[in-house]
């Protein structure tokens, strides 16, 4: 099927007649074909599964939950996607699993953290451990062939196929007329010309193949994963360098996302929050490290510091942590810093907000040959 808007409006809406029914209107003897289509909530997704659907497959929603897939207000949405599709949904929190592949991707990674190639092949793997334990013919996926160009071009679609174990089993009716026939056409569960060819990033396809479908409420196409964020990828690299990749724990990675991050020595990081929502996220993770927050009746903001942190450590800190602080003058503030049950207050000078010294701890994307300062 081609991509253009004629082609698009005038095929693949209808149920076809193969799996459902004869010619003639009586019902074949063979059972209905079930189909598992992996369900992000996104509009390629939500299009791939009815599609399918409309076919005459019977299609089961399957979401799979990780550490970066958004949490419950996520989920609110992707059950609300199921529904106005009127589909069955199947949540499989597989998070802990999934630390592995963002640890160690054998197919490495994006322009950020973003191990995208190995992430697919991890969740067709689970959709054919569902495909298997449910009697399922197929997994349906919405992957478009060019949408990404790292880890959805032509050979990066059939390896991933391959190493999930599916191999023919595993259909992207998007992309279908584009890659080699898989087992629903050659089997006549599916017709060829049912299927799509959509190529590309564009989504004026999509969007006309939604209204088509009379899909009326989707997600917008918007970053989504933290771990294609730049920024966020630098912190990840930073902490699998100095804890080691198989000691950054979920924790850990939740942390990566939330405030400033500063790299005062190799034994040591601090965290400082941004807002009130970030200063209790950060209090909430003190277990383990130390939090240093300013004395009443300063006001500023909470942080964490990691590592194994020196007295001096713990000073040069407090004095980042002052500069942020509400104050007027460099006069020195009482910070409280709390390690475990033991609580004490020090006096901090704050750094001047101008300080070169803090843009060479900040924990970001550097431009090449940007060089790193000294701890003083
Ligand atoms: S964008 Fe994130 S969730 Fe999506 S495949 Fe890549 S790493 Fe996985």
């Given at each position: 099927?081609?991509?253009?808007?004629?082609?698009?409006?005038?095929?693949?809406?209808?149920?076809?007649?193969?799996?459902?029914?004869?010619?003639?209107?009586?019902?074949?003897?063979?059972?209905?074909?079930?189909?598992?289509?992996?369900f992000s909530g996104g509009l390629d997704s939500i299009l791939a599964a009815v599609?399918?659907?409309?076919?005459?497959?019977?299609?089961?929603?399957?979401?799979?939950?990780?550490?970066?897939?958004?949490?419950?207000?996520?989920?609110?949405?992707?059950?609300?996607a199921?529904?106005?599709?009127?589909?069955?949904?199947?949540?499989?929190?597989?998070?802990?699993?999934?630390?592995?592949?963002?640890?160690?991707?054998?197919?490495?990674?994006?322009?950020?953290?973003?191990?995208?190639?190995?992430?697919?092949?991890?969740?067709?793997?689970?959709?054919?451990?569902?495909?298997?334990?449910?009697?399922?013919?197929?997994?349906?996926?919405g992957?478009v062939?060019?949408q990404?160009?790292?880890?959805?071009?032509?050979?990066?679609?059939?390896?991933?196929?391959?190493?999930?174990?599916?191999?023919?089993?595993?259909?992207?009716?998007l992309?279908?007329?584009?890659?080699?026939?898989?087992?629903?056409?050659?089997?006549?569960?599916?017709?060829?010309?049912?299927?799509?060819?959509l190529?590309?990033?564009?989504r004026?396809a999509q969007v006309m193949l939604a209204s088509?479908f009379?899909i009326e409420e989707y997600p917008q196409p918007?970053?989504?994963?933290?771990?294609?964020?730049?920024?966020?990828?630098?912190?990840?690299?930073?902490?699998?360098?100095?804890?080691?990749?198989?000691?950054?724990?979920?924790?850990?990675?939740?942390?990566?996302?939330?405030?400033?991050?500063?790299?005062?020595?190799?034994?040591?990081?601090?965290?400082?929050?941004?807002?009130?929502?970030?200063?209790?996220?950060?209090?909430?993770?003190?277990?383990?490290?130390?939090?240093?927050?300013?004395?009443?009746?300063?006001?500023?903001?909470?942080?964490?510091?990691?590592?194994?942190?020196?007295?001096?450590?713990?000073?040069?800190?407090?004095?980042?942590?002052?500069?942020?602080?509400?104050?007027?003058?460099?006069?020195?503030?009482?910070?409280?810093?709390?390690?475990?049950?033991?609580?004490?207050?020090?006096?901090?000078?704050?750094?001047?907000?101008?300080?070169?010294?803090?843009?060479?701890?900040?924990?970001?994307?550097?431009?090449?040959?940007?060089?790193?300062?000294?701890?003083?």
């Amino acid at each position: 099927m081609f991509v253009d808007s004629a082609t698009i409006l005038g095929q693949g809406c209808e149920p076809s007649v193969k799996n459902s029914e004869h010619a003639d209107g009586t019902s074949p003897a063979t059972p209905k074909r079930k189909a598992i289509a992996l369900f992000s909530g996104g509009l390629d997704s939500i299009l791939a599964a009815v599609l399918v659907h409309r076919l005459g497959i019977d299609v089961t929603l399957l979401h799979v939950q990780h550490l970066w897939s958004g949490g419950e207000a996520s989920r609110r949405k992707i059950r609300a996607a199921a529904d106005r599709v009127g589909l069955t949904l199947r949540i499989v929190d597989a998070s802990n699993e999934h630390l592995g592949v963002v640890r160690h991707p054998k197919h490495g990674y994006g322009s950020a953290a973003n191990p995208c190639v190995d992430c697919h092949i991890f969740m067709l793997r689970i959709g054919k451990r569902i495909m298997e334990d449910n009697g399922a013919d197929f997994v349906v996926s919405g992957e478009v062939l060019g949408q990404r160009p790292k880890s959805q071009h032509y050979d990066a679609l059939l390896d991933v196929a391959a190493e999930s174990g599916l191999g023919d089993r595993l259909l992207r009716p998007l992309s279908a007329n584009l890659l080699p026939d898989t087992l629903p056409v050659k089997e006549g569960w599916l017709r060829r010309d049912d299927l799509f060819s959509l190529r590309g990033r564009r989504r004026e396809a999509q969007v006309m193949l939604a209204s088509e479908f009379g899909i009326e409420e989707y997600p917008q196409p918007a970053g989504g994963c933290l771990l294609t964020e730049k920024a966020y990828g630098a912190r990840v690299f930073d902490a699998f360098e100095h804890m080691g990749r198989d000691a950054v724990t979920r924790d850990d990675f939740t942390i990566l996302g939330i405030g400033r991050h500063f790299r005062l020595s190799d034994a040591t990081k601090l965290v400082v929050g941004r807002d009130q929502s970030e200063n209790e996220a950060l209090a909430g993770f003190a277990s383990g490290r130390v939090l240093i927050e300013p004395a009443l009746p300063t006001v500023g903001p909470a942080a964490l510091v990691e590592g194994a942190p020196s007295e001096e450590d713990l000073e040069l800190a407090a004095s980042v942590v002052a500069r942020y602080c509400d104050h007027e003058d460099a006069a020195p503030i009482n910070m409280q810093v709390t390690e475990g049950k033991n609580r004490r207050v020090v006096s901090a000078e704050p750094l001047d907000a101008d300080d070169a010294r803090l843009r060479g701890w900040r924990i970001e994307p550097k431009a090449p040959g940007a060089r790193r300062f000294a701890r003083r």
